[in-house]
């Protein structure tokens, strides 16, 4: 286990620079001057090359982009250019809102995805598997934007059951979070739960015409039994898979979904400051989801070898 978490992560630090690389060219190449936007429509030609100096955006790129690195490399993030507090500061600020959000979608999804997917399997050409596969087609289909919208109508506007937006910590006031949480977390893990479900539902298929599972029957288990002790276990491996891909979806979900319910997270943060051309704290935002990304990729693998024994050898 130790060999497998330190060769995981050297293999994160080439991943790491790539995406530093790619997020630096596209940012430095993307039209627009955050010089401008920093300093004013109406500012002089001395101005904007001050600005730029004090950025340092008027040195080659090379150099820009070594110095950017050697900053990562102590630790800093930089500076926002429009609040001029570290990127790392702003960060830590927003994360909270972000981790309880994301948190909450992936239990509502794990609870409901994989029972849904599993029953359908049990149920294989019933009309129960043939409403959770058009569920999840649904689900998986619209986009996340429209789904929060259809929530907010329903049942903050029409219904009156919940706020519309904003967001209460759960350390503050636990009732009052979950009333603001259920909105925002049913619509960033329906598009997740779509796809959990899809995935438990093949691989239980392919697991239940196994030998085993016919051995199992045999013995006079009862299929309950069998299903939830004998076949789900090991039809676990792509479901783990697909759970550490779907962090990507709520990646981009917690962007979209936040922006939705006005959720002052670092979902957010990254929409404005992308709007202002922030480059320090876009570029902090990416390499943090990144990282967040590996890391989760590393508890994947290891995963795996707590689930499958087999994967030791």
Do not use: C
Request: aromatic share 8%; charged share 15%; proline share 6%.
């Amino acid at each position: 286990m130790p060999r497998l978490i330190a060769l995981r992560i050297a293999m994160a630090i080439p991943v790491m620079l790539v995406v530093a690389t790619i997020v630096f060219l596209l940012l430095r190449l993307s039209p627009g001057d955050p010089a401008l936007i920093l300093a004013g429509e109406t500012a002089g030609p001395e101005a904007l090359a001050r600005i730029r100096a004090e950025m340092g955006l008027d040195q080659p790129l090379v150099v820009q982009y070594l110095a950017w690195l050697g900053e990562i490399a102590r630790g800093h993030l930089g500076i926002s250019i429009l609040s001029k507090i570290p990127v790392l500061s702003l960060i830590f600020d927003r994360l909270e809102p972000t981790l309880v959000l994301a948190l909450s979608a992936i239990v509502i999804t794990v609870l409901v995805a994989v029972p849904l997917g599993a029953v359908a399997a049990w149920k294989h050409n019933s009309w129960i598997d043939r409403a959770v596969m058009m569920l999840s087609v649904v689900g998986f289909s619209v986009p996340g934007f429209v789904i929060g919208y259809i929530l907010i109508l329903l049942f903050s506007v029409k219904a009156d059951l919940f706020p519309v937006q904003g967001y209460v910590s759960p350390f503050e006031d636990p009732l009052d979070a979950l009333r603001h949480l259920a909105l925002p977390s049913v619509t960033l893990a329906l598009v997740f739960m779509a796809l959990i479900a899809r995935v438990t539902r093949s691989s239980l298929l392919e697991v239940l015409g196994e030998d085993f599972v016919r051995t199992a029957r045999a013995k006079g288990n009862v299929e309950r039994r069998v299903l939830w002790r004998h076949a789900l276990p090991n039809a676990a491996v792509p479901i783990i898979t697909v759970i550490g891909l779907g962090i990507a979806l709520l990646i981009g979900g917690v962007v979209v979904t936040e922006s939705v319910f006005n959720i002052p997270g670092v979902g957010r943060l990254t929409i404005d400051a992308i709007l202002a051309r922030d480059y320090p704290v876009v570029q902090g935002l990416i390499l943090f989801f990144a990282l967040i990304y590996v890391g989760v990729n590393l508890l994947i693998d290891i995963a795996y070898v707590i689930v499958d024994p087999r994967i030791r050898y």
